[in-house]
């Protein structure tokens, strides 16, 4: 028979009290249709249904209370409808929630008013959401799954139709609150609303939304987050539809998402800003993974149609943003990105040109932009050590200008700010600024590919950058010239760089090296010298040719049309000057589909044979 020690005992019992101290647990509860009511003693007092304990996966059996069956509501895990001005979870930390089912509404019930039991007695529909998720622990996170989350992918990508539903409605401001958050996991989830009103854009089409009695069936913000969330996993998540962000506000710490869509949100795809400019927490690192973010600034139709289902899109000046993501000014942040596309936003790709303070890392691998009517990439000063490598940028700015698709002829009737930028890729230096961009390929008609700067941190007694080093390796710069958009109306193409506005003397960084690159199609000189902003540097190995990609449009601007670089193919022909032309990157084996590097390496992102277009949308 085993022994305890009576040292042992007392370390179980305090073990148990401090579970029970903390609410840990690691129950699972499930939502489905034919479930029951929640059970709670308030529900019973009030003399209300208290049908089941919410912590079986059945049906409610047709009579009896606190049966083991389902919940048939998803509101019913934070809000029991019995108690006045008191919403909890019932779940504990490190619970698991599986929603079957649905959709799954969140909010006041359509049609409601202020005496509906949702929410009875909080505050109100606006703010009729989920209070604060009970945190897990590092090694045992919370989560909230939709019933299909073991097979909710295929290669890589999210599956739509496995996802469960849930929708915010009757003013809500978002359906999925993970502010002040930690140790989450939010799987197999579409996150969207039924309407179609506007909250932005002038004019707004089709509708604006009523904000006052009848208020409107709408939602704001697809997620909400704040500087608390931290050690959150986002996984097979379709966020689309809403006319707010898709998903709002700082993060307090690591954040991944993995195989995310963010999709027609009409203000931002992926907005940290609050409106506050709150700063992040300390320790923020955001790692976005074979996800999208795309068709930022504009309203989605509801019910959905058209493969492209934009009713209306906004820029700027139109009352609207369009950033797929988007950051507030004095901004510490770490950022990787992989395998990621950013396309068809009506401001920038991604913007994390205001993270401006510290020193952080920002990778960008085999990832793709294209479409956006700003720039392709951004980034700011405040990242010090930069890996930009196997990726694509097709700068095509004014694109939605034009038709585009099955998209509703209204989707861009309302839209400006194309090419709103003058770059497509654009990035600053700060001194001790190291930066790797070595195997990319860019294809644009931007007066300018690469606008880089210098930003001396005087109160830390920088008055230059002599010490940053940009090496530029393996990249293949294309320039078409627009009929369309055209700089200064001289049919020239682009200039490959620029500093501070082309005129910025030899302080803007120390070291540029440039090695084994094909430019073709730039403004002036081909291979311009392009060290008038750099101390020092060197330009080796280097041709200004064409590099032939597999069935590539003509350059010449009487050639140039509408749409002419949708569906562009950057794998590299058999007569390519890039095929097997490139220095040797260490660590670097695959090319930008998958593919291994030919040896000798090829030079830009797709390697020879790689039967590679862009991404299907």
Not at 20 to 32: L, N, P, Q
Not at 378 to 383: A, D, L, R, V
Not at 433 to 457: G, H, Q, R, S
Request: aromatic residues 12%.
């Amino acid at each position: 028979m085993m022994r305890f020690r009576l040292s042992q005992i007392a370390a179980l019992y305090f073990l148990l009290l401090l579970g029970v101290a903390s609410g840990f647990g690691s129950e699972t509860w499930y939502v489905r249709p034919d479930g029951g009511t929640r059970y709670s003693a308030a529900r019973v007092a009030a003399g209300l249904s208290a049908q089941c304990d919410g912590k079986h996966n059945a049906p409610y059996p047709g009579k009896g209370v606190n049966r083991p069956c389902a919940f048939n509501d998803y509101r019913f895990l934070w809000d029991d409808q019995a108690e006045y001005g008191k919403l909890r979870w019932v779940i504990a930390g490190g619970d698991k929630v599986i929603l079957a089912g649905g959709p799954w509404r969140v909010g006041f019930s359509q049609g409601a008013t202020s005496n509906d039991p949702w929410c009875r007695g909080g505050s109100g529909p606006f703010g009729c959401t989920n209070p604060p998720i009970p945190a897990g622990t590092p090694d045992h996170h919370t989560q909230i799954f939709g019933e299909n989350y073991a097979s909710c992918s295929n290669n890589n990508h999210p599956d739509k139709s496995k996802m469960t539903q849930i929708f915010g409605g009757f003013g809500v401001y978002t359906p999925m609150n993970i502010a002040g958050t930690q140790n989450l996991d939010l799987q197999c989830l579409e996150i969207t609303r039924h309407s179609q009103c506007t909250l932005g854009g002038d004019p707004p089409f089709p509708s604006g939304c009523s904000k006052s009695s009848p208020i409107d069936d709408y939602d704001s913000d697809g997620i909400e987050e704040d500087n608390k969330t931290a050690n959150v996993n986002l996984v097979d998540l379709w966020i689309h539809g809403h006319p707010g962000r898709g998903i709002k506000g700082p993060i307090g710490g690591e954040v991944t998402a993995t195989r995310v869509d963010i999709a027609y949100n009409e203000s931002a795809g992926w907005d940290f800003d609050d409106g506050s400019s709150t700063p992040f927490g300390t320790g923020a690192v955001w790692r976005f993974n074979y996800s999208t973010i795309e068709w930022s600034g504009c309203y989605q139709e509801y019910p959905i149609v058209h493969h492209y289902s934009a009713t209306s899109c906004y820029g700027q000046s139109n009352q609207g943003y369009g950033d797929g993501v988007g950051t507030a000014p004095g901004q510490e942040l770490d950022v990787s990105i992989d395998h990621s596309i950013f396309r068809y936003n009506t401001q920038d790709g991604e913007d994390f040109g205001h993270v401006d303070h510290g020193r952080h890392t920002f990778q960008v691998t085999n990832s793709i932009s294209y479409g956006n009517s700003g720039g392709a990439f951004k980034w700011g000063w405040g990242f010090t050590k930069v890996l930009f490598e196997n990726n694509v940028a097709i700068g095509d700015c004014d694109r939605l200008h034009f038709p585009l698709g099955d998209a509703p002829a209204t989707y861009n009737a309302h839209l400006g700010d194309f090419c709103r930028s003058g770059d497509a890729i654009s990035f600053n230096f700060e001194d001790g600024t190291e930066t790797l961009f070595a195997n990319n390929t860019i294809v644009t008609y931007f007066p300018t590919v690469f606008d880089m700067k210098c930003v001396p941190i005087t109160d830390q007694g920088q008055t230059n950058c002599r010490n940053a080093r940009f090496d530029f390796k393996n990249n293949i710069v294309l320039g078409y010239s627009s009929t369309s958009y055209d700089y200064n109306g001289s049919g020239a193409g682009p200039a490959a760089f620029c500093g501070a506005g082309c005129n910025e003397t030899k302080q803007n960084i120390g070291i540029f090296n440039r090695d084994h690159n094909i430019f073709y199609g730039m403004r002036g000189q081909c291979i311009a010298n392009h060290t008038f902003f750099a101390l020092s540097g060197s330009a080796t190995n280097e041709s200004c040719a064409n590099p032939l990609f597999e069935h590539q449009p003509p350059v010449s601007r009487s050639s140039f049309r509408p749409g002419l670089l949708d569906n562009y193919n950057v794998s590299l022909s058999d007569r390519s000057p890039a095929r097997g032309a490139g220095a040797n990157i260490p660590g670097l084996t695959n090319d930008f589909s998958g593919r291994p590097y030919a040896t000798p390496r090829s030079i830009g992102a797709v390697e020879h044979g790689s039967p590679y277009y862009l991404p299907p949308d």
